[in-house]
Each structure stands twice: as C-alpha cells, then as structure tokens.
C-alpha cells in the first residue's frame, strides 16, 4: 500500500515538474518575444527580405527563440512556402506570434511596407511583457509571506516568549 501511494506521490511530482518547466519555458519565450520583433524591425531597415529576416532571427535571436525560427528556415529550405513555413511560428510560440506572421505574410504576398506595423507589434509586445512583470511584483509580497512567517515565528518564541516565561516561573517560585 505503502508503494502505491509512494508510486502516485512520485507521479504527481512528475507531473508538476514537467508543467513548471513547461511554463518556465513559455515564460522564457514570451520575454524574449520583444527583442525578437525588434531585431526583425531592425533586419528589414537593414534592407533584408522577410524570408532573410526570419533567417537572420535563426541565426541572432535569444538562444530560447533560436530553434522556432531555425524550424521555420528549414522548411522554406525544403521547398514550402514562406506564408506556409510562418504557420510554425504561432504552433510554437503561442497566438503572441499570430500578428508578426500575419503582417509577414501580407509583405511578402502584397509588397506592403512592414516598417511600421512591426513597430506598433513591438511596442505591444513590450507592454505586455512590463504588465507580466507587475503581475509578477504584486504576487511577491503574498508569496513570500509563508516563509517570512515560518522563519519569524520560532526566532520570536525562542529569543523573546521562552525567556518571559522562565523568568516568570523563577519569580513565581521565589514567592511561593
């Protein structure tokens, strides 16, 4: 019985593991969704493609976002399309993507300027990035809070409870 329980206990921490590292990753990912808009923004002023763009973001972007970008150059590289290659982006990523490969897919397919769309997608991704972060310092104090107490608590009883109360029992019993 014992081993069962023990078994399941192990599974459950399995488990919470795996989604903590699954969420640390999305994290990792959605913190660096900002720099990886601006290093595109700054690759297409730089006279790149949209197609080189993504190329250059393979090859520079944050080591988390690196490989996303690097799927999405190998399939161009086997022959698929660009708007087809950048449905990768938000499988992987998340709907954060979505937008950035909509506005891709219309430069590549319309010809339409990108400089300034890609700007504003920036600037909203920074903005939700800071919104995470203040999500983030307003849950703190709460989570700290157990710990602030599990460790204040016993130094108080120890350093000023248990002396009071000895020195009360002593005086007690010298008046008795």
């Given at each position: 019985m014992?081993?069962?329980?023990?078994?399941v206990g192990l599974f459950l921490f399995w488990r919470r593991t795996k989604?903590?590292?699954?969420?640390?990753?999305?994290?990792?990912?959605?913190?660096?969704?900002p720099q990886c808009v601006d290093l595109l923004m700054a690759a297409l002023r730089a006279g790149y493609s949209p197609v080189q763009g993504i190329h250059f973001?393979?090859?520079?972007?944050?080591?988390?976002?690196?490989?996303?970008?690097?799927?999405?150059?190998?399939?161009m590289?086997?022959?698929l399309r660009f708007?087809?290659?950048?449905?990768?982006?938000?499988?992987?990523?998340?709907?954060?993507?979505?937008?950035?490969?909509?506005?891709?897919?219309?430069?590549?397919?319309?010809?339409?300027?990108?400089?300034s769309l890609i700007f504003q997608l920036g600037n909203d991704a920074r903005l939700s990035r800071r919104r995470a972060a203040e999500i983030s310092a307003r849950q703190l104090p709460i989570r700290l809070s157990l710990p602030l107490v599990i460790?204040?608590?016993?130094?108080?009883?120890?350093?000023?409870?248990?002396?009071?109360?000895?020195?009360?029992v002593s005086q007690l019993r010298l008046s008795i």
């Open positions: 014992i081993f069962i329980a023990a078994l989604a903590r590292l699954r969420q640390r990753r999305e994290t990792e990912m959605m913190d660096a969704w973001l393979s090859l520079h972007a944050p080591q988390v976002m690196r490989s996303v970008f690097l799927a999405v150059t190998e399939k590289a086997l022959g708007t087809d290659a950048l449905r990768e982006l938000p499988q992987r990523i998340g709907p954060a993507a979505r937008p950035l490969c909509e506005v891709l897919a219309a430069g590549d397919r319309l010809g339409i300027p990108m400089e460790c204040t608590l016993p130094s108080f009883i120890v350093l000023i409870i248990v002396p009071t109360i000895a020195g009360t």
